[in-house]
């Protein structure tokens, strides 16, 4: 899968010179839509289809520095999946370098906000993702 | 009326070493909801009215740079009323300079986006926005 | 000029579900360093030559609301240059309707935060805008 | 020692209609900056010493939903200090309710980017962090 592209904007960056920190949570955000289009399953969807899948935890590690126009290439991957909880990992270079490493968590919720299992409420979903944690481990 | 204070935070400088100008805008919320606080009519309360109020437009003029750990002072005045649309006036200082003026213009719509004057829908809002905007006068 | 193209991300939603109004301002920034890139003399070269130039002036109009995963197209023009400011002016649409115009104002600074004309600091930059500027005018 | 309280902004909401989780790393950065100048020790005073000191991981973990005006009331406690890297762990409430915890580690670089140990740079800063990461594990 062809890696996502983050241009590093100016706002993006802090006094320190470099991209600020909590920035790189939105590139994970970022990374993980075009993850989920690619795939063919863009996250609008899930939402149409009343599922909701906020993040649980994030663990980051900052490894280098970017800066302002800095191209960053993001690949993603699905690590974990039950159907009511998924995984995702995150390998960011900028020059073949790289620069930060990360892992989002993320549970499905309908829309009362209530945990649910997608397996049941939405069996094309789960299949999809089932198949690309398999592939992931492969 | 006291005014608002904003504290200048780390992310929200950028490489130029000055607090990035896209900031302003949301100092200018912040100041917004902190008025509508202190005149007894919190935005929350609004919502919780099924009304919007979204921003149409924003005037900013930037007068002085500001820096992480400065203390700006923010002056919110209630400009013009209809009861169909309002502005709101901002006057921004820093250590005793001006370093940034600001407008912005607001509606007001139904939870359907249907644009709504809150003369008839919210008799109590319109009268005291309707005070606050005469006492600005003069 | 081909258009930038900016897609909503879910972190610049709010919760009325529409892209928040501060975005819009960094959509602008976003714009305008991709237009001093396909002319030829990124914002980055600039500022390698000791030049920043910071944002003096913005005016923001709200025409109609955008949401996650939209694809907003910017159009970028230079509408005046006179070596010591400039006004670049922004038309926004998504799905061929227009969602936002603005404008922003800019100076131009040398390292110490003293105002320069870069028709003396940096002819080929100041003959580069000029020649755009007076395009846009025919 | 009191806790920081962050009051959340309506800019800081998503589509979900809770706060983003990447402004929960924002709310870490303004509580370390809020603990270090009731110690004592402002962060700015740190950088005119010529000292930085980035974020090299944060792991958070997101327990319940806040939303637009939710008053967030945080905990900071110096965790690990060795004068070469530290680590911060904050407890965030709502209501009395764990919203989000998470911690941060830090190294501490000099203005050419090189690493650096505090204990000969700066023995006050040193010794004060020293005494407060050894009061918390008492």
Same mark, same amino acid.
């Given at each position: 899968?062809?890696?996502?592209?983050?241009?590093?904007?100016?706002?993006?960056?802090?006094?320190?010179?470099?991209?600020?920190?909590?920035?790189?949570?939105?590139?994970?955000?970022?990374?993980?839509?075009?993850?989920?289009?690619?795939?063919?399953?863009?996250?609008?969807?899930?939402?149409?289809?009343?599922?909701?899948?906020?993040?649980?935890?994030?663990?980051?590690?900052?490894?280098?520095?970017?800066?302002?126009?800095?191209?960053?290439? +993001?690949? *993603? %991957?699905?690590? =974990?999946?039950?159907?009511?909880?998924?995984?995702?990992?995150?390998?960011?270079?900028?020059? @073949?370098?790289?620069?930060?490493?990360?892992?989002?968590?993320?549970?499905?919720?309908?829309?009362?906000?209530?945990? +649910?299992? *997608? %397996?049941?409420? =939405?069996?094309?979903?789960?299949?999809?993702?089932?198949?690309?944690?398999?592939?992931?481990? @492969?």
């Amino acid at each position: 899968m062809e890696k996502y592209i983050h241009k590093v904007q100016y706002y993006e960056t802090d006094k320190m010179q470099f991209t600020h920190h909590s920035n790189y949570i939105r590139f994970m955000e970022e990374a993980r839509t075009d993850f989920l289009e690619k795939v063919g399953f863009p996250y609008k969807r899930l939402e149409d289809c009343g599922i909701i899948s906020p993040v649980i935890a994030v663990n980051v590690n900052y490894k280098k520095t970017t800066t302002y126009a800095d191209n960053i290439e +993001i690949e *993603v %991957k699905l690590k =974990n999946f039950t159907g009511v909880r998924c995984e995702f990992e995150y390998i960011m270079t900028c020059n @073949n370098n790289i620069v930060c490493t990360a892992t989002s968590e993320h549970c499905f919720l309908d829309n009362n906000g209530k945990p +649910i299992s *997608v %397996k049941r409420t =939405n069996p094309e979903f789960y299949n999809l993702m089932e198949t690309l944690c398999e592939q992931n481990k @492969n």
